[in-house]
């Protein structure tokens, strides 16, 4: 069992359960297992702090504290934000909201089903990928896919995904991956306008998908998905754009506005 420090108000469930990752599940209450890039773990939070148990291979030291954010002063960047009153209330809305740092394929992968889909759907097609070309890890959960796994995968053996016409898009996503004409290093390497480019010679990559990768698989924190719905909800609350208390962080103020607006605005499925 590890102490992955003090809690400082995080939200496990609204941090895993909020449609940033899709391989997390309450098994007791309070207590999250599930796996992250070649790495799987039970998370819960007690005492005022958060622990993890492994499950399975251990991740080399800090990798965790790294993938949920406990390395950001989140109450300090929290203070900046409140100094506009709206953005105050999409953080008093979900305080304990953290925008993880993921692997970087496995957003990129995670990103391409999301599209036209539905956080249920999108968990359970992510769970067959990474069965049928993940490696073990323990108790029925996977490592994420790697990218040569996956790009040595055909249409027809994706069938079992049942993704429809995204399983095009993600051998595209993994043969550019896993020959190097697309790789973290160079997207972290790049102004963040050039790595969008990048990630949209993917098939099926479009803006919105692209920023969510830069957002949560590179930890680029001025990249700012908008889809159909964020535009709704920015028009609502911010109609003259991203106040200044955001500057520089504004995917993580995204994050805090959609929390607000998902609970508070009209929308149709709110499942998790």
């Not at 007690?46 to 965790?64: I, N, V």
């Not at 993921?102 to 769970?127: D, H, K, M, W, Y």
């Amino acid at each position: 069992m590890l102490d992955l420090g003090p809690e400082n108000g995080y939200s496990l469930a609204d941090t895993l359960c909020g449609g940033q990752s899709f391989r997390w599940r309450e098994a007791a209450p309070g207590v999250w297992r599930g796996a992250a890039g070649a790495y799987a773990a039970e998370l819960w939070a007690a005492g005022g702090h958060l622990w993890l148990r492994p499950l399975g291979p251990a991740a080399p030291e800090g990798w965790w504290q790294r993938y949920l954010a406990l390395d950001l002063d989140y109450p300090a960047m929290q203070r900046r934000f409140c100094a506009n009153r709206r953005l105050a209330d999409c953080v008093a809305a979900a305080p304990g909201i953290r925008v993880l740092r993921q692997p970087f394929f496995e957003a990129l992968c995670a990103f391409i089903l999301s599209q036209n889909n539905n956080i249920g759907r999108i968990t359970g097609i992510v769970a067959r990928l990474c069965a049928l070309c993940g490696a073990p890890l323990a108790e029925g959960l996977y490592a994420f896919p790697t990218p040569a796994a996956l790009a040595a995968q055909t249409e027809a053996s994706l069938a079992v995904l049942r993704a429809g016409w995204r399983a095009a898009y993600l051998l595209d996503a993994a043969r550019r991956v896993a020959d190097g004409r697309i790789t973290q290093e160079l997207l972290l390497s790049l102004p963040q306008a050039e790595a969008r480019a990048l990630l949209m010679t993917v098939r099926g990559v479009g803006p919105k998908v692209a920023d969510c990768v830069l957002l949560y698989g590179l930890g680029r924190w001025r990249a700012c998905p908008m889809d159909v719905w964020m535009k709704r909800a920015m028009k609502t609350l911010f109609p003259r754009g991203m106040p200044c208390a955001a500057r520089g962080r504004e995917g993580i103020a995204q994050q805090y506005i959609f929390a607000y607006a998902r609970k508070n605005l009209p929308r149709g499925d709110k499942s998790c």
